[in-house]
């Protein structure tokens, strides 16, 4: 069965269904449903949902309505990430990197660690690392274009954001692949080739190269955000190697497959609406403005979630102190209450304060730096390309919280003046 076929037999299976008998946890229900179709459900019958224990895990709570899912991002008193911020470690009942790592840390330490990341996240401290991303972007398009042909997943977007974060970091040139490769292998546990305890190994290798960098990067700082965590202090003290080497690798985790799979996804929204990609490419809408719905459409991580530290209401249910909540962005960014003609892939919309990169004490620290990607990626796109068509079968992403495409093949019809601008 194409995944067309897949998607409509989904379509029109959501309606008759039970909503219990969705399973979020599963990876293949996001490649088997409407999606959307089932969002809009949620959002109309059952906004608080108790999602049954299934084979992953207990049972947990689910919030599809826009404003439900802020409350919770914003609240820090009631809600913590410290026992996991995704379903897998939710479902687990822990985070190995809690009360370490950003994502999975709160409370004072979590504001003394952001606020020592984000000298290196402002847009200043940026500016050198955006004009890399913008020459990347550009040879790499610039290949594929004149080839006419290319797997933009693989040729193009997957070459991006990690090696951006490479130069955040300050990892050197001639580490690089060694790096990549053993990232691969984290990532895939998986696929056929590579089993659980290979990907656990290459996590490991690589949290022992960047404690390496560090003890160098203590000794000799450079501007980097590897130096920044290793000479910094809290209330006086350096922070200790587990942090240091844990939120290194964060950048990895949040920064490489989200902003890779929304560049991905842009490309195949824009490709599907022609007179969208028209609009971009005759300049009536900003790349600003497009980057933002391309963020709102693609919404790269599903979920995130939260443990209720006490007894709490959401929507007049009663939480319970110790529960699971999950945080639907991808319903959130299609609630009908707040966005005009959610369904709409709308370059121009405004406003458009999609939750793509969450809300509250956990806002993403990578966002102006996701957005440089995507914003790089857009406009490089409308001056080189003509046009741009589907050129064989995709492949989707399987998983509980990611969305978007692994493989997406296309055909180049080369702009020969954009082209002849970057020369
Ligand atoms: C946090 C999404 C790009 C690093 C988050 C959160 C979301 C998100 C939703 C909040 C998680 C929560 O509340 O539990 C995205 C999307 C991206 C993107 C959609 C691209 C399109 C990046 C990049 C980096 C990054 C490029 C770094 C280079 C982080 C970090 C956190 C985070 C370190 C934790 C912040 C904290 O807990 O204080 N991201 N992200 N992200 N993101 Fe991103």
Not at 323 to 339: H, K, M
Not at 405 to 423: I, N
């Amino acid at each position: 069965m194409t995944s067309a076929t897949a998607t409509a037999l989904g379509g029109a299976d959501v309606e008759d269904r039970e909503l219990d008998s969705f399973d979020l946890t599963d990876p293949l229900t996001y490649q088997t449903t409407d999606v959307h179709a089932m969002w809009r459900r949620f959002r109309t019958e059952r906004p608080v949902h108790r999602h049954p224990a299934t084979a992953a895990g207990p049972e947990f709570w689910v919030l599809s309505r826009y404003d439900d899912i802020m409350k919770v991002y914003k609240d820090d008193d009631d809600f913590t990430s410290e026992r996991g911020n995704l379903l897998v470690t939710l479902l687990h009942g822990s985070d190995s990197a809690a009360g370490k790592m950003l994502a999975v840390t709160d409370g004072p330490r979590h504001a003394a660690i952001r606020k020592l990341m984000l000298k290196s996240f402002s847009p200043r401290a940026l500016r050198h690392i955006s004009e890399q991303v913008v020459q990347r972007t550009r040879l790499l398009l610039k290949g594929a274009v004149e080839r006419g042909e290319a797997d933009f997943a693989r040729d193009v977007a997957e070459h991006i954001p990690i090696a951006t974060i490479c130069d955040l970091l300050g990892v050197p040139e001639s580490d690089r692949a060694f790096l990549l490769g053993l990232n691969k292998q984290a990532l895939s546990s998986s696929t056929a080739d590579t089993s659980a305890e290979d990907s656990w190994l290459a996590r490991n290798e690589i949290l022992l190269y960047f404690g390496e960098l560090a003890e160098e990067r203590r000794k000799n700082p450079v501007d980097d955000v590897i130096s920044v965590l290793a000479t910094g202090l809290i209330d006086g003290k350096p922070l200790d190697e587990d942090e240091i080497v844990l939120n290194c690798y964060s950048l990895i985790i949040g920064g490489d497959e989200t902003s890779r799979l929304s560049m991905i996804g842009g490309l195949q929204a824009l490709m599907r609406h022609p007179e969208q990609w028209n609009a971009l490419k005759q300049g009536e809408v900003t790349v600003e403005s497009a980057v933002e719905e391309v963020l709102r459409w693609t919404t790269p991580g599903m979920h995130f979630g939260r443990r209720a530290l006490r007894d709490v209401e959401v929507a007049g249910q009663r939480i319970a102190a110790d529960d699971i909540v999950t945080l639907w962005n991808t319903s959130a960014n299609r609630d009908e209450g707040v966005f005009d003609a959610p369904e709409t892939f709308d370059l121009a919309r405004t406003p458009n304060k999609h939750v793509s990169f969450g809300y509250g004490p956990h806002f993403c620290l990578g966002a102006f730096l996701g957005r440089v990607e995507i914003n790089a990626m857009l406009d490089g796109l409308r001056t080189v390309a003509d046009r741009v068509e589907p050129n064989g079968p995709v492949e989707p992403v399987f998983s509980n919280f990611l969305s978007g495409l692994e493989s997406l093949p296309v055909r180049f019809e080369a702009d020969r003046e954009g082209l002849a601008q970057w020369d």
